[in-house]
């Protein structure tokens, strides 16, 4: 739902072109969570989610230290267009299991069958870039360049694939006087946070 409201802010407020997210607030938040889990959607660039590294998510305050970015996907119609169909079938399909799972339960009686169904949506991207690829193997010099970078370690900020990108920003969180963690001696954190 996040990722399709900042797409919709975007092509409603800005013309569809992104701007940059600072993800922003005190700490233990879950600033990181959000951050690693926009990471895995279609919002990252599809070329930078297996190079963007992830944020630390601890219970313990102050684990992002350094600020962690990623290269959003510009919100071209099309691509939201897509975007749509396939969330609407991962969503078909998520009722069917679910459909299921209760006629299984009623029919069986099993704990097994108890716990609800859930599904999460990554990438949709990933799998569609994929079936793109030309059949004859045949890629263009810009392809290959492209294609290296993807096979590097480490996302290269300075190609000109990531020129004039926009990008996703994880924060250290701010400390406020009103968290109740400022109100623990150094042995009750330890006791609260299980570290």
Known sequence: VLVDKIFRYWR????????????????????????????????????????????MTSPVPGTTLNLLKFPLTRPEPNLINDRLRRLQQYHSAFSAQEKERLINLQKFKKLDYAIPSHFSVTHTLRNVLKELQPASGYLSELDMEENLEEQSEVINFKSNYLHKAKWCHDTPGTVSEDQIINMLTAEEISKTLQI
């Open 12 to 55: 409603w407020h800005n013309n569809s072109l992104p701007g940059d997210i600072f993800i922003l607030g005190c700490t233990n938040v879950g600033k990181s969570s959000i951050f690693n889990a926009l990471i895995e959607s279609d919002l990252c660039k599809i070329k930078a989610v297996d190079l963007v590294s992830r944020a």
